[in-house]
């Protein structure tokens, strides 16, 4: 397959309500669309994950949209592609850059799979019609308005949560969610905000019978993990530190972690990512999907992924509304009794809403992939 243009759209989608981490606010989600067209008219798309600040990694919009335009796009240009795991290695020389290289990648997987006449989850090998999903909750301004969210989005169905913790918004929060809804699939989400000057309060969460802890410690420490692992009854779950299959051969052999939240973007995209189950399943570590706030088409690249059989742990995927007032493709994607449904359509299954696209769309970028044909 030759891919003969590519279009990037950028795109701001106000959120339903301020999403606040250890790391900061967000109010929107800011990100780019990629659309990749081969010479035979099909469309494949991506979506650009990384956040306007370099906090959660090094990347951000604005260096990754330029890496996208400077150098993973002309190569593209210079050659056939024809599986799509061709990507990741020709992508392979660019450290770094892994929610760059996935945006590009995963249109690529995507526009395959239509031409296949096939859903992108049957062509890597998922099997499920519908998936369980958690939810992500925010740090919350008390203890009240936690509970309140919390019993919400147990209400409309949601099988598991997670709670963002932080210094001074830690204990008293999960002994009250804990306290209020005794048997929920509960866990909580560091983002990096603690070191081992705080074991004693990491020890405390032993208590709350958590699923897990994700990311307590810095996005480089792999052996403090291992350190705080060897203490704690309850799974640690890394995030920010898996990259690559690499990372997490480290983090299995240090005994740094017993889970992986897998992220298409933050591990350059599909093809790394499955490599990581693979692995993940042949080692009995716990692999589960997770969320960074996608619009549509990331969402849908998610649930595709989390459709295998390996992933039995709810993932941070969410409905569409969990995010959006309205999202950017159709259909959107809704919670049935607890489960999003598994697209059965060509690809990645929705397609774009382009009245709602429309009005969030901040600027359009179309770059030719020359290649002489007509």
Not at 55 to 74: F, M, N
Not at 303 to 315: K, Q, S, W
């Amino acid at each position: 397959m030759y891919f003969r243009k590519a279009r990037l759209i950028h795109a701001e989608l106000p959120l339903v309500a301020p999403f606040k981490t250890s790391y900061g606010e967000l109010k929107s989600k800011d990100f780019y669309i990629v659309e990749l067209v081969s010479e035979d008219g099909i469309c494949g798309y991506g979506e650009l994950e990384a956040f306007p600040i370099p906090d959660y990694t090094e990347e951000t919009l604005d260096t990754a949209i330029l890496i996208v335009k400077q150098h993973l796009l002309p190569l593209l240009a210079q050659k056939e592609i024809h599986t799509p795991e061709e990507v990741n290695p020709l992508f392979g020389w660019i450290q770094g850059n892994e929610m760059a290289k996935a945006a590009v990648e995963l249109a690529v997987w995507d526009a395959f799979a239509k031409r296949e006449k096939r859903s992108l989850a049957k062509m890597i090998g998922a099997t499920k019609d519908s998936i369980a999903v958690g939810v992500s909750v925010g740090l919350q301004r008390d203890v009240e308005a936690l509970v309140q969210l919390v019993g919400r989005y147990v209400d409309e169905g949601y099988e598991r949560v997670k709670l963002k913790i932080a210094p001074h918004k830690d204990i008293q929060f999960i002994e009250a969610v804990r306290k209020k809804f005794p048997n929920l699939s509960l866990m909580a989400d560091a983002n990096s905000a603690y070191n081992r000057e705080d074991f004693s309060l990491l020890k405390e969460l032993d208590q709350y019978n958590l699923e897990m802890i994700e990311q307590p410690f810095g996005t480089k420490d792999f052996v403090d993990h291992a350190w705080l692992q060897a203490k704690l009854k309850t799974r640690i779950c890394l995030d920010e530190n898996i990259r690559s299959l690499d990372d997490v051969k480290q983090a299995h052999m240090l005994g740094s972690c017993q889970a992986v939240n897998l992220k298409l973007a933050r591990v350059g995209g599909m093809s790394e990512a499955l490599k990581i189950v693979k692995y993940c399943k042949d080692n009995d570590l716990l692999v589960w999907c997770g969320g960074m706030l996608e619009a549509g088409i990331g969402r849908a690249h998610n649930i595709a992924l989390a459709a295998r059989d390996e992933f039995t742990f709810p993932g941070d995927i969410s409905a569409s509304n969990r995010y959006f007032n309205e999202d950017i493709v159709s259909p959107a994607f809704a919670l049935i009794q607890g489960k999003l449904n598994v697209p059965v359509n060509p690809g990645i299954g929705v397609t774009l809403n382009l009245n709602v696209l429309q009005k969030y769309t901040k600027s359009t970028e179309e770059i030719l992939l020359d290649k002489g044909w007509s």
